[in-house]
């Protein structure tokens, strides 16, 4: 699965309301500050996870399902296990119009319905992270993964 800088780039330019399922509610669970991060950047972030139902995270009440939201999303961010991803795609090609692509995170693929999305006319990004791609791609990723201008300007 190689993806252009160029492609990648232009989907989180046009991003602008990400729903991201099976966001944590704990700070150190990588959905949270993946989600956290995104939120940060300006992208609307709409969690979804059914054990924290009716909570808010990020100033957004947490959906249940994908078929709960009813604000228009561009982006479907998958932080479930690869045998989770046919149910997730089949609701959001159900659920919400106005998709334009579906993102798994690391460690997440599945060929079918990645194959079913696309046929469906959705950009499919799997086994890959936007936050880490944000940050390569706008200038932020630095040494060992993470932004290092704060650190380094308290040792100087």
């Not at 690391?106 to 940050?135: F, M, W």
Request: with cysteine; net charge neutral.
């Amino acid at each position: 699965m190689d993806y252009s800088d160029a492609s990648l780039k232009n989907i989180l330019q046009q991003t602008k309301t990400i729903a991201v399922v099976g966001v944590s509610m704990n700070p150190v669970r990588p959905s949270y500050f993946v989600a956290r991060y995104l939120n940060l950047k300006g992208f609307k972030v709409l969690p979804v996870n059914p054990m924290h139902t009716g909570e808010t995270l990020f100033g957004e009440v947490v959906h249940e399902t994908l078929s709960d939201i009813d604000l228009p999303v561009d982006m479907v961010d998958i932080f479930r296990r690869s045998e989770a991803v046919p149910q997730i795609v089949d609701e959001a090609l159900a659920a919400l119009p106005d998709l334009k692509t579906i993102w798994m995170q690391i460690g997440v693929s599945h060929e079918a319905a990645a194959q079913k999305a696309q046929t469906r006319g959705i950009t499919v990004i799997q086994n890959r992270c936007p936050k880490i791609e944000h940050q390569r791609l706008f200038g932020e990723l630095r040494m060992g993964g993470f932004s290092t201008g704060m650190i380094s300007s308290r040792l100087t």
